[in-house]
């Protein structure tokens, strides 16, 4: 019996084979032992789980239907609001902040029975591709602790793929969930912009912010989302459209699947090893009867301008509330001080150097003088980006890509910004499309010695969620050797 | 763009003080330049034909929509202080906003 697996820990919960209270024991015992290693979590909060996991085993004793996740432990990333324990984005701003309400999809996750177990590490208010812009320390890949898991949702993809609990939330503005998936070697989904309700998800990037699953299968993955999507009267963002069950459907494959394979996503800049992986998932998917299309998406390439105008003039405006005031952080009074002083102290020593930098490129690229050059300009070529995803969509079911161009690189490998950003060139436009994207691992490459995960990305059109699962599924059964765990 | 108008240090101690930011003085150049190697790079956008293109602000494309004015549950006032960094009583506690002698 696999206690990581989330699908089959709730058929044992759910059937009395197993006690809720047993299984999150021995995730808290598991997460406890290898945060000393990874520094995944900020926080494992045990007497509430511990509570949670009681309430669940006292619904199943009083005949109580405990719900289609019931007894699931499930690692929060630390910018989703709980009312338990901290929610401090890795921010010294935060540092003590304690939400007074939960977020929506932890409201519904607890509502379907599953036990939130902590809060996990990750790059400061989402802003980052290696998990190293944290307050508290970066987080380490469990497949070799010298490297980086990935970012932002690094805390995250590092406890799903260390096999600590079988489902971690994510949030996902640039690739922050698919990216440090691809990473550590676990599924990362991010649903399409509307599915889940961003209410409680600390904005980074409003038109881009989308929360979505990290685990350790496509199954648990359409599990959990199916669990938090749907509309919320709290996001004015949230889709009023009925939410297809993505897991009724998901062991179907889909016959004649149209895979689109732009020829920018196999780009020579890429590690010609994780080119190759693509290249062999690519071919055991036509052995099934999948055909390979010919898409273009010429504009890939000026995906990062255009997301690095758009993100931090979002973050630069969502940021603001940040002042000092109401809550987080506020600089010591002095004689003097000005209200405008207390809050440029304030802001200057709570947020860390990446958020100031994106802070003051947003403050530019929006300011008097630059807005239509930068901002106007991005905004437009966005719409570019979509419609040339769109006229892709119509002779294809999915695009398929490596979610990364590179494995995990060394931690403090990468000083310059901009080398970083770069990093997320092929999953941005999944943002600034608003359309769905996942990861999902197809084996190992090796890197000094190292043997490091590969994950395929999967985008599909808006509101398909459903169908990349399916497809995603496809590509997961055909890659019995990706599903090897790390030694933690 | 970023070649037309090169970022100043004068400018990226403007640009700070606009996202009320205290930059110390010794971090305004390093902040400069990494900030003028990104805007390099996004010039890239300049390459790009928008003649007649719409921007678009959001993906999402439902139109807004009304929700009923109800009465709901809402935040407990205690738990919402419990976050602020300097109250009094009921209240949050912020340093004088206008000078002694502003009148009015």
């Known amino acids: 019996m696999n206690f990581v697996d989330a699908t089959d820990l709730r058929d044992a919960v759910r059937s009395r084979k197993v006690k809720a209270s047993d299984a999150v024991a021995a995730t808290l015992a598991r997460a406890k032992a290898a945060n000393a290693k990874l520094n995944a979590f900020h926080e494992i909060l045990e007497e509430d789980a511990m509570r949670q996991a009681k309430a669940v085993d006292d619904a199943i004793a009083a005949g109580r239907d405990p719900g289609p996740m019931a007894g699931v432990p499930v690692a929060v990333k630390d910018n989703i609001a709980t009312r338990e324990g901290r929610t401090t984005c890795s921010s010294r701003m935060l540092e003590h902040y304690r939400s007074p309400f939960d977020a929506t999809c932890i409201e519904r996750l607890r509502a379907a029975g599953a036990v939130v177990m902590g809060k996990t590490n990750m790059d400061e208010f989402a802003m980052g591709s290696s998990s190293e812009h944290c307050a508290w320390g970066p987080v380490k890949n469990p497949w070799d602790i010298t490297r980086v898991p990935g970012g932002s949702s690094g805390g995250s993809a590092a406890a799903a793929a260390a096999g600590i609990c079988g489902v971690a939330l994510g949030s996902d503005t640039g690739g922050s969930i698919r990216q440090p998936a691809s990473l550590c070697g676990c599924v990362g989904f991010k649903p399409t912009y509307g599915r889940v309700s961003r209410y409680g998800l600390v904005a980074f990037g409003s038109s881009l912010d989308q929360i979505g699953p990290l685990t350790q299968s496509v199954r648990d993955a359409a599990l959990t989302y199916a669990a938090m999507a749907g509309v919320d009267r709290r996001d004015s963002t949230s889709a009023q459209l009925p939410v297809e069950d993505p897991v009724a459907s998901l062991e ?237 | 763009m970023s070649e037309t108008h090169p970022l100043t240090t004068q400018e990226t101690a403007h640009v700070a003080k606009l996202a009320r930011l205290a930059v110390p003085a010794d971090r305004i150049e390093a902040m400069r330049t990494q900030l003028v190697g990104v805007l390099g790079h996004v010039a890239k956008l300049k390459a790009i034909d928008v003649e007649g293109v719409q921007p678009m602000t959001t993906p999402f494309t439902q139109v807004n929509r009304l929700d009923e004015d109800e009465p709901g549950p809402c935040l407990d006032i205690a738990d919402v202080l419990r976050n602020a960094p300097a109250v009094e009583g009921r209240y949050l506690a912020v340093p004088k906003v206008l000078a002694e002698d502003a009148g009015g």
């Open chain 1, 252 to 488: 179907q494959p889909i016959a004649g699947l149209r895979i689109g394979v732009p020829a920018q996503y196999i780009s020579d800049a890429n590690d010609p090893q994780v080119n190759a992986l693509v290249r062999e998932s690519l071919e055991r998917l036509k052995a099934q009867g999948a055909s390979i299309v010919p898409v273009e998406l010429p504009l890939t390439d000026v995906g990062i301008s255009t997301y690095y105008v758009i993100a931090p003039a979002e973050a630069s405006a969502n940021l603001a509330r940040f002042d000092g005031i109401r809550y987080g952080h506020r600089a010591p009074a002095r004689p003097g001080q000005s209200l405008d002083d207390l809050y440029a102290e304030s802001r200057g020593q709570g947020f860390g150097p990446e958020v100031q930098r994106r802070i003051m490129l947003g403050t530019y690229v929006l300011s008097a003088g630059y807005y239509d050059a930068y901002y106007g300009r991005a905004l437009k070529v966005r719409r570019l980006i979509k419609a040339e995803f769109d006229r892709a969509f119509a002779n294809c079911d999915v695009i398929a890509g490596p979610a990364s161009a590179t494995p995990a690189f060394r931690a403090g490998g990468m000083t310059d910004p901009l080398q970083m950003y770069l990093c997320d060139v092929y999953t941005v436009n999944t943002n600034i499309a608003g359309i769905p994207g996942i990861s999902v691992p197809i084996g190992f490459m090796k890197q000094d010695g190292a043997s490091l995960p590969v994950g395929l990305h999967l985008q599909a059109a808006a509101m398909a969620d459903a169908t990349l699962l399916r497809a995603a599924r496809m590509v997961e059964r055909l890659h019995p050797e990706a599903a090897v765990r790390p030694a933690i």
